[in-house]
């Protein structure tokens, strides 16, 4: 089961990455056939595995753990300081209130939001790929799944 769920993650976020992102201490929640369902670390939920697609959706502490391992602002999603606070707590992220984004993000992606310090504040999944996040004044950039006030 470890083996699978770090190559999807490498898969997803960049080879070398699963290492990273689940250690051998991770314990699984498995579904009544044996599959997969979530990845737990010190009863933390690091991932869930979707059902429909096979990707991985994160955790707050599997989107922490992503920020430390993934390479500069790779994957990432940066906010103004003004909505720092309201994405912290879990509301989605529109286009005026991105600062910058990954232009590798693709529709769809699973992201790290971060402030303008670099500080870890959200995850969740890109609407509009990083390049469109940029360009566009309006409309959902990415839905956030978990923001840092709403500790699991």
Do not use: W, Y
Not at 25 to 41: A, E, K, M, N, P
Not at 85 to 111: M, Q, T, W, Y
Not at 117 to 134: K, P, R, T
Not at 144 to 151: A, D, L, P
């Amino acid at each position: 089961m470890l083996s699978r769920v770090r190559t999807i993650a490498d898969l997803q976020f960049g080879r070398g990455i699963g290492n990273q992102l689940f250690p051998d201490s991770c314990r699984f929640i498995t579904s009544r056939r044996g599959g997969v369902r979530q990845v737990l670390l010190d009863e933390r939920r690091l991932a869930t595995l979707r059902a429909h697609d096979g990707r991985l959706t994160l955790g707050l502490a599997g989107g922490r753990r992503l920020f430390e391992a993934l390479p500069g602002t790779e994957g990432t999603v940066e906010v103004i300081s003004d909505v720092k606070s309201f994405i912290a707590a879990g509301k989605n992220l529109f286009c005026r209130h991105v600062a910058r984004a990954d232009p590798g993000i693709h529709a769809g992606d699973e992201v790290i939001i971060i402030d303008q310090d670099g500080g870890f504040i959200a995850v969740g999944e890109a609407v509009l790929s990083g390049a469109e996040m940029m360009a566009f004044e309006t409309g959902m950039a990415v839905s956030v799944r978990h923001g840092i006030q709403r500790e699991e």
